[in-house]
């Protein structure tokens, strides 16, 4: 059974920053695309960003201010977050994506973990 721990999260003021980490269990991590989203009350679950193998993707909301990264040997990915915005205030999730499909649809991903969730304050 594959399981993914987030940690990381917490409240911070606007502008701040904050870095996210997903570790997960099993074995040929490094293979998997690994994904981060949020979801916010009353929101559907939106898409973040992804790594897979050699290339990292970011929702248009996001790009330019989060980075997502992996330590294979680790089996950890983070989302390293600047410039946070009240916007951004959700519970984040990271999930292991199956075989197939696009990065951004949450319906390709079939681990998730629990969630962190991120409150940023104007």
């Known amino acids: 059974q594959v399981q993914l721990v987030e940690s990381g999260g917490g409240s911070v003021q606007a502008g701040d920053s904050l870095r996210l980490s997903c570790v997960a269990s099993?074995?040929?991590?490094?293979?998997?695309?690994i994904g981060w989203f949020r979801q916010a009350p009353g929101k559907e679950r939106e898409f973040v960003a992804a790594s897979t193998w050699g290339s990292t993707f970011y929702s248009g909301s996001v790009k330019g201010r989060f980075t997502i990264s992996r330590d294979n040997a680790k089996n950890t990915v983070f989302l390293q977050m600047n410039s946070l915005k009240p916007e951004d205030t959700a519970v984040y999730y990271c999930?292991?994506?199956?075989?197939?499909?696009?990065?951004?649809?949450?319906?390709?991903?079939?681990?998730w973990g629990q969630g962190t969730q991120v409150t940023v304050s104007s």
């Open positions: 099993g074995r040929t991590f490094n293979i998997y695309t």
């Open positions: 999930a292991r994506k199956s075989p197939g499909g696009n990065y951004y649809d949450t319906a390709e991903y079939n681990y």
